[in-house]
């Protein structure tokens, strides 16, 4: 039996369908069992864990657009490239944390292999998120124009986004391989 365009656009859009997916030939005609709190629970957690991978490029972007933006402010010396980097650090913190949680739901799925490279991956992404947190906590008392604390924001600043571009390149290698851009 195969199913029309019309019924497959019903099933779409149905709530109650355990698959939506309109390359099926048999229409879906059975609603979800129902689930106890817990089960209820795993399927929340889940969907949070598939959240990782569109999650994961915000903080990329994010804290290295802040670097670039320090890079710009340390060479031109000028206040509003700062004020640039500390909004895309702020906003990258943020996603860091974001992504870090979805990642360990992710990772703790049955059918991810926890392997040595996912483990790098996890801590390499929490130490990412802990040095993206403890920059923005030191941009705070960086415009007090105090050297050593824009040093130390400086510091912490380029040491997340050194972090995050690592935690970033071990998660792309754990998707594509380490082999993807070699012909």
């Not at 019309?6 to 149905?14: K, M, Q, T, Y």
């Not at 109650?16 to 629970?41: F, H, M, Y």
């Not at 799925?109 to 403890?134: D, N, Y």
């Not at 924001?153 to 050194?162: N, W």
Request: glycine share 6%.
């Amino acid at each position: 039996m195969t199913c029309s365009r019309a019924e497959a656009r019903c099933i779409l859009f149905d709530p109650t369908a355990r698959n939506i997916s309109t390359r099926g030939s048999v229409p879906i005609t059975q609603p979800r069992p129902k689930l106890d709190a817990r089960q209820e629970i795993n399927e929340h957690m889940l969907l949070v864990g598939k959240l990782h991978p569109l999650l994961v490029h915000f903080p990329i972007g994010l804290v290295l657009a802040a670097a670039g933006s320090e890079l710009v402010a340390i060479w031109t010396r000028r206040q509003s490239w700062r004020a640039v980097a500390v909004a895309n650090l702020r906003a990258g913190a943020l996603f860091s944390a974001l992504t870090v949680l979805a990642g360990w739901v992710l990772a703790s799925v049955p059918f991810v292999e926890a392997t040595p490279s996912l483990a790098w991956h996890r801590w390499i992404g929490v130490a990412a998120a802990v040095a993206t947190a403890g920059a923005v906590v030191t941009s705070r008392s960086c415009h007090v124009e105090s050297r050593r604390w824009l040093l130390v924001y400086r510091g912490a600043l380029f040491a997340a986004a050194t972090l995050v571009a690592l935690a970033g390149h071990l998660g792309a290698a754990l998707v594509w391989g380490t082999d993807f851009l070699r012909p």
